[in-house]
RNA sequence: GCCUCAGUAGCUCAGCCGGUUAGAGCGGCGGACUGUUAAUCCGUAGGUCGUAGGUUCGAGCCCUACCUGAGGCGCCA
């Protein structure tokens, strides 16, 4: 079929020439202009028709989301709100979009909550067109960037038979029959016998793999689907997500940190670039959004202007230690207005983070050297003895996006780090060796991609950012 | 997993102190309309109030349980 998409009929219109577009009908007005879009961009296409020289039976067919293919002559518009129009000479009905039959969407803002039970037709809709348009566009950006850098792509396996991974409950993997499973002489599951000989998850990182690509291609990331089991119900936390998690070798905490705020400002610098109409769309929408609530709830800034001032300003960097210095220092805590307590070796809260972030420095925030016990295993011990090189980067407005850190690449250390834990050295026999032979000094971390999304986008729930969202007791569509 | 709030027409919501035939806007349907911008105007049809019990002369409204959704917290990215 041939078709000009309407992205190129604005960008470049050729005028008094016949054209053929097709999309969804965004808005019928007086029996005679039709708002047509076809996702290409967030801008739609004027048709205009003649009523009197239309058959009867299309012009009743024109409806909200009934797809058409119109062709006719581009011509400047009459009208103030678009530079041009195609006056319709024939329009063909592609898809029928009947109310009558059951069709739910509406030319009017709906709750958020209802279009996600409609994932199916909710891009439809210019807000998750856009939302989508631009999270397409941040995906780019991170292959574009580390492409750009000389990093390798790794893929990870997203079937682990590690359950060392240290993030979270897993999803278990199996084809064993779950009502009728072979059992061992102690009367367990015998995973022996199930399809991988051993029991094996849903991959909850693909850092500890990472790690030995970049023990030897020097520079990688990984960029796939992660899964966490856990009963997590907030507007953060999705069941399964996607991650981008570099891996360098002889790169320092201080590295990583550069690379964080490197890397973050130019998935965001990407989209203000390139795609600032669905930006702007979003800005409006969040607005709206912002002014319907009491106005000690508002956001301090509008999207566009938090994303340019993330951009255009260094991140602040403080210890764990000046951290919780700072907090002990603060107004909500001399006013008792914490609800968890605040000492040296707890670990931070969001309460805490979101002061932080959005009250002491007021724009994003890298912490760094935690105490060891509140931090993962792998993480380098610093020369204190009593915290690691690990690094979270807090956003406002969502928190936690990248935690990371310098792994500890000494091997005896690793090793009573694994024992102290009591994960069993046979499950990390290839990650000690890693340290044994040809070890280096690396450090990586991991971003939450639909964390991002949320960010640049403005949505206020991660389930708007993904496609078809997985969250406790959901997995429609 | 814990806490809070909500569930009334296709959608968004109102519904007083428990009291006759449960309201509005949008959407739908019928009609008008050749320069509209989520068009406008006239007319019209839709609901038994999340589910199951209970209290009461009487329940959308009160009570109990459950289901669903949202927000906060925890876990984290």
Redesign the pocket.
């Known amino acids: 079929m041939r078709r000009t998409e309407i992205a190129k009929v604005l960008a470049q219109p050729v005028l008094n020439e016949s054209v053929t577009v097709m999309g969804w009908v965004r808005?019928?007005?007086?029996?005679?202009?039709i708002?047509l879009n076809d996702g290409s961009t967030p801008h739609t296409l004027?048709i205009?028709l003649?009523?009197?020289k239309m058959e009867e039976s299309i012009l009743k067919k024109i409806?909200?989301h009934a797809c058409l293919s119109v062709t006719g002559q581009l011509v400047a518009?009459?009208?103030?709100?678009?530079a041009v129009?195609v006056l319709a000479e024939n329009v063909e009905i592609l898809g029928e979009c009947?109310?009558?039959d059951g069709y739910?969407m509406?030319?009017?803002?709906?709750?958020m909550?209802?279009l996600?039970t409609n994932a199916h037709f909710r891009m439809r809709t210019s807000t998750f067109s856009s939302v989508f348009r631009l999270r397409h566009a941040v995906a780019f950006a991170v292959n574009k960037f580390y492409n750009d850098r000389g990093f390798f792509y790794m893929h990870t396996p997203i079937i682990t038979g590690s359950d060392a991974e240290g993030?979270?409950e897993m999803f278990h993997v199996t084809t064993l029959d779950v009502n009728n499973p072979p059992r061992t002489e102690e009367g367990g599951v015998d995973f022996g016998q199930d399809f991988f000989g051993k029991a094996t998850n849903l991959t909850v990182?693909g850092q500890l793999q990472g790690e030995i690509a970049a023990l030897a291609l020097g520079k990688i990331y990984t960029f796939g689907p992660t899964f966490?089991a856990?009963?997590?119900?907030?507007?953060?936390?999705?069941?399964e997500?996607w991650?981008i998690e570099p891996e360098v070798a002889f790169n320092d905490i201080y590295d990583n940190m550069d690379l964080a705020e490197e890397f973050t400002k130019y998935l965001i610098n990407y989209c203000l670039e390139n795609h600032l109409a669905d930006l702007e769309l979003l800005d409006k929408r969040l607005a709206e959004e912002q002014n319907a609530l009491p106005k000690d709830k508002r956001r301090a800034m509008g999207l566009i202007e938090q994303l340019r001032f993330v951009v255009d300003n260094a991140f602040e960097r403080i210890t764990y230690t000046e951290a919780v210095e700072i907090l002990m220092k603060s107004k909500p805590y001399k006013e008792k207005k914490f609800e968890?307590p605040v000492e040296w070796g707890i670990?931070l809260?969001?309460?805490h983070e979101r002061y932080l972030v959005e009250k002491e420095f007021k724009k994003p925030v890298i912490v760094r050297n935690y105490p060891k016990e509140i931090k993962a295993f792998y993480m380098r011990l610093n020369d204190d003895d009593k915290t690691v090189a690990a690094m979270d980067v807090l956003f406002p407005g969502i928190?936690?996006?990248?935690?990371g850190s310098q792994r500890e690449d000494r091997h005896d250390v690793l090793l009573e780090r694994v024992k102290a834990v009591g994960i069993p050295e046979e499950e990390l026999w290839w990650y000690l060796q890693l340290r044994q032979f040809g070890g280096a000094p690396h450090a990586g971390f991991?971003?939450?991609f639909?964390?991002m999304v949320q960010f640049i986008t403005g949505m206020?729930?991660?389930?708007d950012v993904i496609p078809f969202p997985r969250t406790p007791?959901?997995a429609e569509f």
């Open positions: 808005a019928f007005r007086g029996n005679r202009f708002a004027q205009v003649d009523a009197e409806k909200f518009s009459q009208g103030a709100g678009q129009e009947n109310p009558e739910m509406q030319p009017k803002a709906q709750t909550e209802f996600r993030a979270g990182s966490r856990e009963n997590s119900n907030t507007p953060r936390h999705l069941a997500f991650m968890f670990d809260q969001s309460e928190g936690e996006v990248i935690g991991g971003l939450g639909e964390r206020s729930n991660i389930r007791g959901n």
